[in-house]
């Protein structure tokens, strides 16, 4: 009941694109779907799970209505954070995907969720295509895994992978990585996309046929997505992210896709010397050291998900006379920052033309909600100007291109986390009506343009 069809499988030959996926019948030359050139190869597909009878598995339509509402039931794993992205814990049977840069800490992260399981007395097996035991070894004893109850197997081949786990029976399977593991009867190298699409598809089927959860990781492609955008993310349940930037110690661990829960939660962790830890008020760490009036810096209380976040966005100008002004966004939109630049210039006066301007989010984090604009506008402004910005300010707001604010979502719970960390003032775009809430400890500047806002948030010059 639990085998994987090999022998009954039939085959097919198909040529799928290896960047995006797409299927054709016969060979292309130009992929007319993601442009690629000579990119389709000759795949073996099996044609076991397109059965001749209609209903083979047995199951019959039911009316809705009478169906009874079920909980899933849920693994709580030791991480709040990660409990709180998936949806409120582990639903058994689901196949989950983090996806993420290599070396950014998916190996840990799953190495981490493992020992937190095993410790709850759960059987964990953990395949591993990439790293041999002793590498793994290393690395839990550096995490202080003493590793009882994870059972370590190193094979990059999925049919002795899944008899592995046929043999073990666990309450938690981990794959680490999608993109090594292959299966002799597909075409293709590991990695490419034939193979990792039937991987993931023979894992999906044990993780449901044993009603096992099942987590995978995948790296990403340069473009930014598992193994070209559409060939696994609609297979999985569950799609997360984990992403930072090599030099920083933050990690965010994002939902992009939950069929058992939002995905707009988000986890925030820092990798320290002893693996993740999970950060609790992410706030408080990522303006640790932030100083009030300072130059060039400005407060913005984002939106990581749904959680508000406050960030410090820091601006520097400098005259140059000789080569094209140069832009740099770290952290911020590139597109952004030249629209914003743009809008100063026209719309509030400031001659940036000849100046490079540096735009730079602290603690490596990446923002790139419209409700920054302001923020980023400021900065610029403060420091192009040398005037600081007023004591105790944050700012958020939309810049559109005539220099008028614009609105942003859930202003209230972000004001509140400003007004948690004690900042006083708060500049935001002209509010329409009488806001719904009623903060007294903050004072709250609204204004209507770019221009307005530089002249109440910034100090006057010098
Ligand atoms: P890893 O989990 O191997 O990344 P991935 O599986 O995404 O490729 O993490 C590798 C990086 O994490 C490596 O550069 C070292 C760092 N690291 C720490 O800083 N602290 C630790 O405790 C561990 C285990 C790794
Ligand atoms: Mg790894």
Not at 75 to 96: A, D, I, K, W
Not at 162 to 187: K, R
Request: net charge neutral; aromatic share 6%; proline share 5%.
């Amino acid at each position: 009941m639990k085998s994987n069809n090999q022998g009954k499988s039939k085959f097919k030959s198909v040529f799928v694109c290896q960047q995006c996926g797409k299927e054709s019948p016969k060979w292309l030359g130009h992929c007319p779907d993601c442009q690629a050139w000579n990119s389709f190869a000759e795949t073996r597909v099996t044609l076991s799970r397109a059965p001749s009878s209609p209903h083979p598995s047995g199951n019959k339509p039911q009316e809705l209505s009478q169906v009874q509402k079920g909980d899933f039931p849920r693994f709580q794993l030791g991480f709040t954070e990660v409990n709180r992205v998936l949806g409120g814990g582990l639903v058994p049977g689901s196949l989950v995907l983090v996806g993420g840069e290599p070396g950014i800490g998916k190996s840990t992260l799953l190495l981490q969720i493992s020992a937190l399981m095993a410790e709850c007395s759960k059987v964990v097996a953990y395949i591993s295509g990439e790293e041999s035991v002793n590498q793994v070894k290393l690395r839990s004893e550096r995490l202080g895994i003493v590793g009882k109850g994870i059972y370590f197997l190193s094979e990059p081949d999925l049919a002795a992978v899944l008899e592995c786990l046929e043999g073990l029976s666990p309450q938690l399977a981990v794959v680490d990585s999608i993109q090594t593991m292959y299966l002799e009867d597909v075409a293709g190298m590991p990695g490419s996309i034939s193979q990792v699409r039937e991987c993931t598809w023979r894992l999906e089927r044990w993780a449901k046929q044993n009603n096992v959860p099942l987590l995978v990781t995948g790296h990403v492609t340069k473009e930014g997505a598992i193994a070209g955008p559409g060939t696994l993310e609609h297979i999985v349940d569950v799609v997360l992210y984990f992403e930072g930037e090599p030099f920083s110690n933050y990690r965010v661990l994002r939902s992009a896709k939950n069929r058992f829960g939002s995905t707009n939660e988000v986890g925030i962790f820092e990798m320290s010397d002893k693996g993740l830890v999970e950060v609790d008020n992410p706030s408080q760490v990522f303006l640790s050291a932030y100083k009030d009036e300072t130059m060039g810096s400005m407060v913005v209380p984002t939106l990581e998900g749904n959680r508000p976040l406050l960030v410090e966005i820091q601006a520097l100008t400098t005259s140059n006379n000789f080569a094209p002004p140069r832009r740099i966004a770290n952290g911020v939109d590139f597109n952004r920052l030249l629209l914003i630049i743009a809008v100063l210039t026209k719309r509030a006066g400031l001659k940036l033309f000849n100046q490079d301007i540096i735009v730079n989010v602290t603690g490596g984090l990446k923002v790139n909600e419209p409700a920054v604009d302001l923020g980023i506008a400021l900065a610029i402004a403060s420091s192009f100007r040398d005037a600081k910005p007023i004591s105790g300010l944050v700012a958020l707001g939309e810049v559109g291109l005539n220099g008028e604010l614009r609105g942003v979502s859930q202003l209230d719970r972000r004001i509140a986390e400003a007004i948690r960390l004690g900042f006083q003032s708060c500049l935001i775009p002209r509010l329409k009506s009488k806001p719904s809430f009623d903060f007294a400890d903050v004072q709250l500047i609204q204004a209507g343009s770019v221009a307005e806002a530089l002249r109440l948030g910034l100090t006057k010059e010098g």
